[in-house]
Structure formats: C-alpha cells, structure tokens
C-alpha cells in the first residue's frame, strides 16, 4: 500500500507492453510476469521508490481467447499503423485489472482464431510487428508521454528499436526511454524478416550486431535499449559469455553498462502452504511439524511405503532438454545404493517422458512417474516432498525452486542463472542453507548432491534448519518491483 504519510516527489510514467498477462491470458512464464510486476510497481511505497509513485499502465494483444465477459471493455481510440503502401487500423480498447490499466489492442494482424504463439512464424511475426507499432500510435493519439516503454521479449522489442528512430525526430517521443526485459535469450525472433518488412521496420544497422542477427528484432531492440534487464543478476552475467551468449555475447559485451539482472517474485500468496487449498493439511513455519502429513499422504496417493525417514525427491519440469531432467534421472541412476524415493512430474519431450517411465519401470518400489501438467498434483509435491531435484541446464529465473523452499522442499538445483541466486547452499551451516548446488550439468554432479542431501537428511535438526530458512526467504515482488523502479528512475532522472 502507498504509505499516505509520504508525500510523494512525482510520478514515473510507465508503458508495459508484453505479449501475455495473467490473467488476461497466460501461455507461459511471461503472462506470470507480465501479470504481476506491472501491479505491484502501482502498489510500490513511495519510500522504496525514493518518494516517486510509479503510474505503469499494461498493453498487450486482444487475443481472442482473452475471456471479457466478466470485465468491462471500453472501445478507447483508433489509429493507423504505418506501412508501406498504406495503413492498418488498430483498435485501442481499455480495461483495468486491480487498478492497473490495461490497453487491448486488436488489428486484422492479430486475427481472433490465432493463439498467443503459433507455428507459423510469419504470421507472429506479422502480430507482433503490427503490435509493437500500434502501442507507439497509441500513445500519440492518447496524448499520454510515458518516461519509460518497458518491452519484453522478441515480441514487443521491435517497438523500443522503432521507438529509437522516432525519438531522434519528433518532439512527442523525444524524452522516452527504453527497458527491454530478457526472459530467455535463446527467443530471438529468428525467422520474421519478411514480416518487419511489411511493415516497414528496416533491420538494424548497428555493427555490434552479428550480420545473422540484424533483423531479429530482439537484438534490434537491444541495440537501442537504454537498459537491458535479465530475469536474475547471474543470468545477466552469463548471457555475457561464450557458453551462454549464444553468439550474441560480443555485442552484449559491448553494452554491459546497459546491462542488469532482476529476479522475477513469486506470487506469495497464491503459493502459501498455510492457504493453499490444494492440500489437506496445511502448515506454516510455526506448524512444520504438520507437513509430515503431506509427505505420508503423497507416499500413500502413489502406493510408495510410507515412511517419514526415507527421503523423497520430487522434480516438476517441463520435459524438456533445458531442463535437465535426462541429467535428473541418470543422477538418480548412480545412487540406488542409497534410501530415497522419487515422483516425477511432468510432460514435453516424448523421449524424456519415456526415460522418466523406463526409470519407473527399473526401480517399482520407489519411483513413480506422472506424465501430464497437473497444478494441484504439483501443488501436493512441493508439500510433501523432501527435495526437488532441478538440474537445469541453463536457468534464466526459475520459480519452481522458489516455490519449493516456500513449502519446506529443499532444491537440489545446477548453479545456474535464477537458481545460483535464489539458493544458498553453504556446507556445514543448515542455519544459512537453503538448498544444495552443484557446479557442472552433468549426472556425476548430481548424484554428488543427491547423496549429500540424502546423508543430511538423516540429521533431523539440520533438516529442519533447512527447512525454516528457506521458507523465510523473501520472494515477494514488492522487492523486485522496487529495484525495477530504480532502474525507471535513473534513467528518468539521466534526462
Ligand atoms: P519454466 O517457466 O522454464 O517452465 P519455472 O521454474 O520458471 O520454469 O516455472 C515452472 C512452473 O511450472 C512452476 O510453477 C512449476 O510448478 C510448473 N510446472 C512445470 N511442470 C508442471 C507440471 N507437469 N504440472 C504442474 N505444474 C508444472
């Protein structure tokens, strides 16, 4: 809440635009985002904020699997996007959700039969141009100059790289300035140069770019943006080098000033073993003792032997290679000497679903596979599992380890991006553990840290210590949001 004892200094004016927001429309981790940030940046205190209120405002597609029938959806402005040869209407309608207003832009580009992300690549690449170009008409028809366009992703990049062109012109967007959040490096938005085309969006002729790249708008967009923000301070360090650059790490050398790390916040209170409706016995750091519960209840849904002292790893992943989960269960493959037991869920790559049923098959009295998307089953898992196992290969954010530790479930998680900072792992101090780490991807590393987390189970007060650190780990967005603010504010104040 704003403290109202605070007088505040002014306002940051915020356009938010991404191609998913929850609860708009939620494909992906970027609804999750795209969802709450822009919320808790309105609700920030002014003290966090050094004094200023932040009046973000959110612009995405009309899809049309948006559901409007249980909010109201004002027709706000039409406008013209150029194009070569001609126009394209783009309708502004507006809509609010918990005080954030919310622009719903629709156009024949974004054709209501279309979902948020196709196959076709042309045609996304025809949505998002179009849509990246309408946010700008948008703001001059509504007379509204916001300090900072904050983009997301391929999908909005393109309207920071246009927005560069017309600041260098025209007064009205003069004084704009430019965020681009990197969710996951390797989306580019190869593949759509014909589209940018169409609508007249040159590709970009900044010879920091490689030649391969200069008209995925992503890197379009990062060579203009004024600053650069990956979803955690170690992936922002990673995306710099060789092995995570993706060929891309000389350019973004060349402008690592611009380039900073925010970790994404988790929904606190939507994930709250205390509340979570999900599971039949709920329990808080003052109530620990009752998640055994859920440990004994999980056991008995998957006819695993029910016992408190056998350790229960669980792993809740896409069943995909970024993942690790091949890693995962060869990992668990080298350990069998030892006690544990292990629920796998998750769906994806069929020859990792496979692999996680072949295991199942090998080891009946202890693993169980379940290959589908299940939230409440997940929801059970964090709750009743001792360890979640997360060996991903690479890991721009992460939540699934957050979400763990809030639940009393220690990461067994590959030092990587959002998992590095959200983890602590310091040998021999429980007090200060949250979870364990291992350096390299591979099975033997997991493995290592499987048997260090399996002989630290047996020592209960270390466990516990655990336990109670990791869920008082703050991963609230109000924290996030905050540093996000700062970053509006320095580049507002830079002029
Ligand atoms: P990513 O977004 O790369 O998949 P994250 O860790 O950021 O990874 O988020 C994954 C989210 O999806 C977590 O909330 C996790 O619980 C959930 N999830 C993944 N697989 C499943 C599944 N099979 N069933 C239910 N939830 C799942």
Redesign the pocket.
Known sequence: MNNPNLASKGVIQVLFIAAEADPFIKV??LGDVAGSLPAALRKLDPALTGGYLVDVRLAIPFHGAINTTSREVKPLVTVSVPKPGGTVEAQVFQTEHDGLPVYLISGEPIPPEAPVYSLDTQKDGEKYAFFSLAVLQMLRALNWQPDIIHANDWHTAASVFMLDKLRRTDPFFKLMHSVITIHNLPYMGAGIASALDAFGIPPSNDQRLPEWGRHFPLLMGLSTADQIIAVSPTYAREILTPEMGLGVQDFLNSRADSVSGILNGLDQANWDPSTDPALRNNFSLKTLPKRAYNKAALQEEFDLTVDPSMPLIIL???MDQQKGVDLAINGLRQVTHLPWQAIL???GDPNLENACRHLEADFPDRVRAAI????R??RRMYAGGDCLLMPSRYEP?????M?AMRYGCLPIAHAVGGLRDTVLDVPGKPKVSTGYLFEEATAEAVAAALTRAVTDFSDKPGWIARQKFGMQQDFSWTKYAAQYAHTYLKLKEEG
């Open positions: 992906g981790g809740i992943s896409r869920l998750g769906s589908r998307f299940d939230v089953l997940s954010c992460g939540l699934a380890q979400i």
